[in-house]
């Protein structure tokens, strides 16, 4: 399937109970896919190069997805090929006491990274309609009797819009993922946690209890999705129960989204161009 396929820019709407979540007919090509992953990685650490070089522009990765869906791994497998110098990544945990007395954009516009680097958000600003949604969290919050309406949650699908804009309108490009993981599948990734002794660290008995909650997440998920994508800063599904599939995948829209951005090493500043024939003859009697 191409990449568009996965892409949700606010063109289409998406029901994730009729989106694939696996590799299905892919699997007869694994050896390919894996053989693409490693190309599209060298391909995107040329494009990262001439990102960081010329310090234009800014592109933030925003994972999203539920919990054992791979967030982790991926950016262990993907993303860590590329150059560290040239890249930032942030964990989003639930905000602390001062996070919480600023808006909940504070946080995250803090951790954008400088126009030049990549910037990968392992979770990210839809926390806050997400599992905030999911056990109406906002319910929490000490604001003003005013920002507590009915529509809550649309203002934010809004300010989210307009920020991205904002960020996109000032050099940044955002990209988004949804590591879309089955049900099933997230069953047999917490069994192994609960039984591999090398995975125990990962096991929390508060992700295995979010289960009760998946029908809440689904319709938090399709709204946030539906709502926030455009072509600008795009959302794309990427069926996370196949790993190898899953980097395949964000390894093309990878690709993709930096060569769309055409990134080129800056040119010699004119200064130092002209000195370049005195700096020749300096280096050339160095060697007598």
Request: hydrophobic share 35%; charged share 30%; aromatic share 10%.
């Amino acid at each position: 399937m191409p990449i568009r396929d996965f892409c949700y820019d606010g063109s289409r709407k998406i029901a994730l109970k009729d989106v694939c979540t696996h590799a299905g007919g892919a699997r007869n090509h694994k050896a390919d896919m894996v053989r693409k992953t490693e190309e599209n990685l060298l391909r995107a650490c040329e494009l990262q190069e001439k990102l960081y070089a010329a310090g234009r522009e800014g592109l933030v990765i925003a994972i999203q997805a539920r919990d054992a869906a791979g967030k982790d791994s991926l950016i262990k497998k993907v993303f860590s090929t590329l150059n560290p110098a040239a890249m930032e990544v942030h964990s989003f945990k639930a905000p602390n006491s001062t996070e919480l007395s600023h808006d909940y954009l504070w946080r995250i516009h803090q951790a954008l990274p400088p126009r030049g680097k990549i910037g990968i958000f392992n979770r990210s600003q839809y926390e806050d309609v997400l599992v905030v949604r999911a056990h109406h969290i906002e319910r929490t919050y000490r604001l003003p009797p005013r920002c507590m309406t009915d529509d809550f949650f649309e203002k934010r699908y809004a300010q989210l819009r307009h920020w991205e804009r904002y960020l996109y309108e000032n050099g940044y490009r955002m990209v988004k993922l949804f590591l879309n993981v089955s049900r099933e599948e997230q069953k047999v990734r917490f069994m192994e946690r609960i039984q591999r002794d090398d995975k125990h660290w990962k096991l929390s008995t508060a992700d295995v209890m979010e289960r009760a909650s998946w029908d809440e997440y689904n319709r938090a998920y399709e709204d946030c999705i539906n709502k926030t994508g455009t072509p600008e800063c795009p959302w794309y599904v990427v069926p996370a129960d196949t790993k190898w599939y899953t980097r395949y995948l964000v390894s093309e829209i990878l690709v993709q989204t930096l060569e769309d951005m055409k990134p080129e090493y800056p040119p010699l500043n004119p200064e130092d161009a002209a000195r370049i024939p005195q700096i020749l003859e300096q280096l050339d009697a160095d060697r007598r």
